[in-house]
């Protein structure tokens, strides 16, 4: 009784025309044993199932026939060939990189190889070696470098960046790929045939889209489906995983992930499936659709691209291999996938940035008259949403200053006053300093936009300026009362400092504001602009206006403890205040009541002499 062997171990490749979808490899092989030109080792790679291994058996076979063809090309019935295809042959030592990686298992392994074989050549496979340990791959290199003439070196893995480059450079490089899914299609039908197995079509579709374009893994499937009765259960929870994205159906979407999970499928696993159907499905609308899907993924590709955008086709990408990242350290792996179906389901609810930005592009294709795709969610005919503004979601849905709807041709109200601080007296005051420190600038752009106006049609006056109550400032320093005295009171700051010395002789108590409020207050009350006594009471402390709750204006004068060259009026340093003479007191009152008595008089202010002598002033 012969024993029963699997699909991919009996149709495994023995001649170099077996070898399916790799030209390249199987063209540059043959050659160079036709020529009798082949190298001393070789790097295989590729992903599982290409044929890494059998390539290499097939290379032995011709290395060593004894009946070798014209076209390079193993007879595969000379005992050579018979015994490398039973595993028998001394002509062919493999090794499994994977489990023998220590230093003394490559030592060992070197210590056969100037021996001798029955064969012209003999061939060492290395399977995996990526795994080989650092000590290794050191024990190794002299050998690869310079081996015996009847040795070829085969090196087989899977994850070709790990094997150093001191190894690689020793070697000729072949890359394997996975294969197309027509080229699988027709090798499945010649299993099938030659087998003699009764499945129909739609099971090797099946068997072909499982394998993903490698043999063995295809060539199992198909087993499991001839172990199953002939006829392929297929799982349709990929499909209707897609079917939902595209239709905005969240019910439809869980149903499946909850299906899926119920025929014992991993959530990772279902959402790879998902995420590789969705690339399937933006390849195919970019024009370049993969050559290894089966019919039944084309199909699906092409309507799901119909389907959606491919704005949304990548924004789904994103958001699955998020998801998938997501998966690794979350205790319910479910969860992630679940909540990454539901925020693709309805992007309108989603504030992420892809979302906003794929409503935006739907906003300028119906601006500019294009057709936008339907937001997914959204039923057949119905207008799509307006994107939201590129605001954040506490913001837009503030309820404290909702944004009105906009109509055609309404005016939009003015905004309401909303008074504040700067509207008191003092800061009325320091406002209108302000204004006149700029004068010269105003008046300019007052006169650039009075000839503006009248040139483009009738002159408008501008809203009167307020005067300001005089009784009701507060000058914060020296620099200010001397400024407002000239500016509404019409006093020269002589005066105002002879005023200062009689009120408060001492200079330190000067500068405290209780002072400066009481010489602003006899300023107002005894100057050419005098103001009514009742409405100079009204500076009484209990009456006083309160003190400015917002900071100063920006252009305040500074206070008159700083450096004495900041605190220049219009060439007068206040700092110098100190050095002036003592003036008389009430000197101005005295000179106006002699000129009124005795018109025509003209009076000589004399200095004063030193020494004790000095006299008064005549």
Known sequence: MVAYQSLYRRYRPQ????????????????TAVRTDKVGHAYLLHGPRGSGKTSTARVLAKALNCTALGDDGEPCGVCESCLSIQEGRSFDLQELDAASNNKVDDMRGLLERVNLTSPGRTK????????????????????TLEEPPDHVTWVLATTEPHKVVHTIRSRCQVFELGLIGAEIMSEHLQHVVADAELDIDGEAIDHAVAAGGGSVRDSLTALERIVAGGGTAELDSSTDAILAALAEGDRAAALSAVGDAVG?????????EMALAGLRDAFLTAMGDPPTRMSEHERNRAADLAERMAPAAITRALETLGRALIDMRQAPDPRIDIEVALMRLC?????????????????????????????????????????????????????????????????????PAAVPTTADRPAAAARRTL???RSAAAGKRETAASASSATASGPVVSPPPV???DLASMRPASPTEVVELAGRYLDLDRSFVVARARDLEPDQERRREPAQLQALW??????????????????LSEAEAPPELDGPPVAEAPPELDAPPEEEAVDGFNLADLDD???????????????????????LTLLPEPDGDNAGGET
Request: proline share 13%; hydrophobic share 35%.
């Open 466 to 468: 307020p005067v300001p």
């Open 263 to 271: 025929r014992g499928r991993d959530p990772r696993t279902i959402g």
């Open 521 to 538: 207050k006899d300023l107002v009350a005894h100057g050419p602009n005098a103001v009514p006594a009742e409405a100079v009471d009204r």
């Open 123 to 142: 061939v060492y496979l290395l399977d995996e070696v990526h795994m080989l340990t650092a000590g290794a791959e050191n024990a190794l290199l002299k």
């Open 15 to 30: 001649k170099f025309s077996e070898i399916k979808g790799q030209d390249h490899v199987v063209r540059a092989l043959q």
């Open 580 to 602: 002036l003479a003592e003036a008389p007191s009430h000197a101005h009152d005295i000179e106006e009541k002699i000129k009124a008595t005795f018109p025509g008089t003209e």
């Open 346 to 414: 309805h992007p309108d609810e989603d504030r992420s940035l892809e979302a906003l930005a794929q409503r935006v592009r739907q906003l300028e294709a119906l601006l500019d008259g294009t057709q936008a795709p339907s937001a997914p969610g959204s039923a057949p005919g119905s207008a799509p949403r307006s994107p939201a503004p590129p605001v954040s979601a506490s913001v837009a849905s503030a309820p404290e200053d909702p944004a009105p709807p906009s109509h055609e041709g309404a005016e939009s109200p003015p």
């Open 434 to 436: 302000s204004e006149f």
